[in-house]
């Protein structure tokens, strides 16, 4: 079983529309969540990372955590065709290293 | 930003033969990671590195794979013998510290691994 699991799988948004993504962990002791983007054919790069219950925005970008349920959301306002990538939640546990998901392929559309 | 760089970009390589992944992590960071990666797909965690040891390595370590970081040089990941299940990119990263806030990876470009 997927220790992080991400939906949608897939997603398509109009340029200028609002993306949210969804990333669970089955695992209770996951206590730290992080958000790369992976462009094609591209290393992936740290986009978001948060530890605490709440919300966190930076920028266009605002990721939420309920570390009772251990969701956290990314959601993407005013979408770009550039924010067309993979993203991939991932979490750890403490020292461990990261666990990812297998990701949502966003696609924005002009 | 921090870079991660990774030698070489593509490799062709014949089933059977052995090969060295080759990856110089930031220099101040102390953790090391291979992640396998197929067609786009999940990054698959392999194995994480030390203070010149192994930390953790998942069931996609197989015994073909080694990895070591002699002083001053690359951070490698080995296969030997590869097969053709071996084809992927690998993605090497790194990392100032373990757990928490500090445990943000920096990835390299990655290395596509084609076993003929």
């Known amino acids: 079983q997927q220790k992080v699991q991400q939906s949608p799988e897939s997603l398509i948004v109009p340029e200028g529309g609002m993306a949210s993504l969804n990333c669970t962990s089955s695992d209770r002791n996951v206590d730290y969540f992080w958000w790369y983007r992976q462009h094609s054919g591209k290393s992936p790069k740290m986009l978001m990372?948060?530890?605490?219950?709440g919300e966190k925005e930076e920028g266009r970008f605002t990721v939420h955590l309920n570390k009772a349920s251990l969701h956290t959301s990314l959601h993407i306002r005013d979408s770009q065709p550039s924010d067309s990538a993979l993203y991939l939640c991932a979490g750890t546990e403490g020292a461990d290293r990261l666990t990812f998901g297998k990701g949502t392929q966003l696609i924005i559309q002009p | 930003g921090p870079k991660v760089l990774q030698i070489p970009s593509h490799q062709i390589i014949d089933m059977g033969q052995m090969v060295t992944l080759n990856c110089d992590p930031v220099s101040n960071h102390l953790y090391f990671y291979w992640y396998k990666q197929i067609l786009g797909q999940q990054m698959e965690f392999l194995v994480n590195?030390?203070?010149?040891?192994?930390?953790?390595k998942s069931k996609l370590f197989k015994d073909q794979f080694s990895v070591e970081r002699p002083d001053g040089s690359y951070f490698t990941l080995k296969i030997q013998p590869t097969a053709l299940e071996d084809s992927a990119v690998y993605f090497c990263?790194?990392?100032?510290?373990?757990?928490?806030?500090?445990?943000?990876?920096?990835f390299g470009a990655g290395t596509r691994l084609s076993v003929l």
């Open positions: 990263a790194s990392s100032l510290a373990a757990g928490g806030s500090q445990n943000t990876l920096y």
């Open positions: 990372s948060i530890f605490s219950n």
């Open positions: 590195f030390y203070n010149g040891k192994v930390m953790e």
